[in-house]
Every structure is written in C-alpha cells, then in structure tokens.
C-alpha cells in the first residue's frame, strides 16, 4: 500500500512540475491590462480556464492527498525492531544471602 502511495506522489510530483513549466506567465497578457483587446471579453483578460490550469488544480489536490496519506500511514506505524523479546538474553543477577550465619541462628536446630 505504501509503494503503491509513493509511486502516485512521484508521477503527480513529475506531472505537477511539467504542467506548471508548460503554462505561460502572466506577464505576457499585460498589454490587456492596459487597454488590450482582451480585456473586453466574456472572461476578463485571463480568459477561460484552459486545459492546463484545470490539470494543475487537479494534480496539486492529488498532491495533497497523497502527502496527508503518507504522512497518516508513517505516523501509525507500529515500531519495529530487530531486538525482540524472545530472543533478548537478559540476564539474571542471582541473589546473595546476606549473611549465612543469621539463616543458620533463625532456623531451628533439630536434636533428635
């Protein structure tokens, strides 16, 4: 599920890219600002959508959705180790008396 998440964010990030460099910029309708033909249209000076601002506004939501997924799934990860607790060794300290003498008076001694 993740590759297939980080396969569609790299496309659309490649996809994204290419869309924006291929639009022109809106310094070339200036003249229409300034009393251009264009600027007597049913659109303004901008005109109509066209095809390329329609697929950027696509491919940055699919952006953006792919982030958040990623972002989610990374987040609820359950940590994993290669250090279990079935194979961790731990060691055990064993306990020391503390004084044999003071066990050997608690007790009592049976005479027979």
Sequence with gaps: MNTIIITIHV?????????VLLQTGKGADM?????GGASQTLFG??????????????????????????AYIS??????SIM????AQV???PEVPVST???????PSETK
Excluded: N, R, W, Y
Aim: net charge negative; charged share 15%; aromatic share 6%.
């Design 11 to 19: 496309i659309v990030c490649l996809a994204l890219i290419m869309i």
């Design 31 to 35: 003249g229409a600002a300034f009393g």
């Design 45 to 70: 000076s901008t005109g109509a959508s066209t095809f390329l601002s329609k697929a950027t506004t696509i491919a940055a939501v699919v952006f953006m959705l792919t982030c958040f997924t990623l």
């Design 75 to 80: 987040s609820h990860q359950t940590p994993k």
């Design 84 to 87: 279990t607790e079935d194979s």
């Design 91 to 93: 060691e055990t300290v």
């Design 101 to 107: 003498t003071k066990k050997a008076e608690e007790q």
